[in-house]
T-cell receptor
Framework: RKEVEQDPGPFNVPEGATVAFNCTYSNSASQSFFWYRQDCRKEPKLLMSVYSSGNEDGRFTAQLNRASQYISLLIRDSKLSDSATYLCVVTLNTGGFKTIFGAGTRLFVKA | EAQVTQNPRYLITVTGKKLTVTCSQNMNHEYMSWYRQDPGLGLRQIYYSMNVEVTDKGDVPEGYKVSRKEKRNFPLILESPSPNQTSLYFC?????????????FGQGTRLTVV
């Protein structure tokens, strides 16, 4: 079983739609959680951190459920520019600090 | 400008010919790491470094070496590249490896081993 699992998609949605991505992680020692965005052939960039209390940044809302080992990302009012791959990321304290990426969920927003 | 710089961006090499991919950051970050990205597998961590002279294996370290002699530089060395190391490689740095610190990535190095 992969340490961080995501639905690979692709998700094809019209502009203005609300779309939700889910991610599960297997290691209960996971310490911190993030969503990164990656455009085609480009480097990943931080979208937002994911806190236990949940957090919101404009149209984006992230939630963490430590008991279920589950992370979510909600995008409201999708824009064409939201088309990208969304990566779920977890850090583990294993003596050192490893970073584990999910394989990503591809999103296409269409006019 | 704060950045992570990788070189080269593209490289085609032959099996067995040693190569080094350089990575440099100008943000005085303690934590640096290398990843490879393959279709369907996402980014997988090769090696990471918590600070100067401190390196540790990630999930896929076989066939790679790293060193961290200076805080800003973290080169990735392939002593004897093989075709299964053909991939897109990213270097990243963050202020620390602990907690909620943002990772900044280089632009990537696309390596082909023939």
């Amino acid at each position: 079983r992969k340490e961080v699992e995501q639905d690979p998609g692709p998700f094809n949605v019209p502009e203005g739609a609300t779309v939700a991505f889910n991610c599960t992680y297997s290691n209960s020692a996971s310490q911190s959680f993030f969503w990164y965005r990656q455009d085609c052939r480009k480097e990943p960039k931080l979208l937002m951190s994911v806190y236990s209390s949940g957090n919101e940044d404009g149209r984006f809302t992230a939630q963490l459920n430590r008991a279920s080992q589950y992370i979510s990302l909600l995008i409201r009012d999708s824009k064409l520019s939201d088309s990208a791959t969304y990566l779920c990321v977890v850090t583990l304290n294993t003596g050192g600090f490893k970073t584990i990426f999910g394989a990503g969920t591809r999103l296409f927003v269409k006019a | 400008e704060a950045q992570v710089t990788q070189n080269p961006r593209y490289l085609i090499t032959v099996t067995g010919k040693k190569l080094t991919v350089t990575c440099s950051q100008n943000m005085n970050h303690e934590y640096m790491s290398w990843y490879r990205q393959d279709p369907g597998l996402g980014l997988r961590q090769i090696y990471y470094s918590m600070n100067v002279e401190v390196t540790d294996k990630g999930d896929v370290p076989e066939g790679y070496k790293v060193s961290r002699k200076e805080k800003r530089n973290f080169p990735l060395i392939l002593e004897s590249p093989s075709p299964n190391q053909t991939s897109l490689y990213f270097c990243a740095s963050s202020l620390t490896g602990t907690g909620w610190t943002e990772a900044f990535f280089g632009q990537g190095t696309r390596l082909t081993v023939v």
